[in-house]
């Protein structure tokens, strides 16, 4: 029996930035999902359940934060569930609310969130949590760190250079010029990348995420009842996730099939979307990518693991053909993506929106003439979590 086919009927988002004084966390919350509703015009109280992407809570001062949200997203008397799957949670998010649907118990589902990573004051000490703290967090191991083993590992393998991970800032610096939500929307150049200040070599400053406050929410139906509401919508045609070891060390070991040069899980989550979606040839089917990458060198991996180019083709691909850019043949991350906005608790869940406003042909600027297959995709903790989503028009 065919599942149901879900829809994405309304979509809000806030404007990205280092820090929202104007809005507490509830307010922030609130404004995602009214701009969500509007967009649908549908109300609070058509809402059957509501999803809320929230991970990790610690960045924001309070134990069980999800409980300071239910007012602002009008959960009160309905199903309610809370989201957390580290920097992934916001894909994790949408996959619960599509289920939801798909399953038949409801018909119109909220999924909203939002977080103020750029006011915790110190995000990589929470973050850095994640770690055992007898085998690995001694290392140091920590999301940079981690992140870069992963860039030298690359580099070792395939040929990468500094300079190839500085065309991805600069190729999304200028989508992100475009977006008028991003947060970090001035252009640069490979010599500023190169230039800024080094982090855990080979990884610096520009190569790393932006610290983002921001909210995101997203409206799904059933097709059903989409059509008897006569509503605009594009579709979510497929949907996975796949896991990894905790331990990174068990990712490298012989006889394991991962290596920490590639994204195999990733891959695993892709192939598993693209089968519900009936998609046998990315490059050919696929006309965009809203890909998360939170730091230069990890788009690569993201990019091969989506079946968009071969294993360790890339870099070139980028460089000498512009292949990833808007206006090329695949472009990737035209929204300008995780490394130019990134609100934690729902960085993902703005890669679906991307890719959904991409095929409903309403990204402005940053649109992609005729874009009608969109992909987007979620990693979370010590990259040991992913999603990923096929969207159509």
Known sequence: MKAPRVGIIGIGQSDYKSRRDDANYPELVREAVSLALND????????????????????????NA?????????????????????????ISSVAAAHSHVAA???????????????????????MNKIWDPTYERSLPLGTITMLAMSALRYMHKYGMTQEDMARVIVKNRAHAAL?????LRKETTIEEVMDSRMISWPIKLFDCCPQSSGG??????????????????????????????????????????????????LGESFQRSYKM????????????????????????????????????????????????RIGGRLPVNPSGGTVCSNPIAVTAMIRVAEAALQVWGRAGQHQ????KVAIASGNGGDHQFFGTMVVEA
Not at 107 to 116: E, F, P, T
Not at 304 to 324: H, I, N, T, V
Not at 368 to 371: L, S, W
């Open 104 to 126: 038949g118990v409801c018909d119109i589902v909220l999924v909203a969130g939002a977080d103020k990573v750029g006011e915790c004051g110190d995000s990589q000490t929470i």
């Open 277 to 324: 979606a009936g998609i046998t040839d990315p490059v050919r089917q696929v006309d965009v990518a809203e890909l998360y990458a939170p730091f230069s060198n990890t788009e690569f991996h993201a990019i091969e693991a989506a079946g968009l180019a071969p294993l360790g083709q890339s870099p070139r691909m980028l460089k000498e053909e512009d292949y990833f």
């Open 179 to 183: 977006n008028p939500r991003a947060h």
């Open 216 to 265: 995101c929410a997203m409206v799904l139906a059933s097709e059903d009842y989409i059509r008897a509401n006569n509503l605009e919508a594009v579709w979510i045609t497929g949907v996975a996730h796949s896991s990894e070891s905790y331990y990174l060390g068990d990712r490298m070991g012989k006889g394991f099939t991962a290596d920490h040069a590639d994204a195999h899980a």
């Open 40 to 63: 649908c015009q549908r109300s609070l109280e058509d809402m059957e359940a509501v999803v809320y992407s929230l991970a990790p809570d610690a960045l924001l001062g309070i134990g």
């Open 66 to 90: 999800e409980r300071l949200g239910v007012d602002a997203v009008g959960a009160h008397n309905k199903r309610f569930m809370r989201i957390n799957t580290g920097g992934s949670t916001g």
């Open 368 to 371: 992609v003439p005729g874009a």
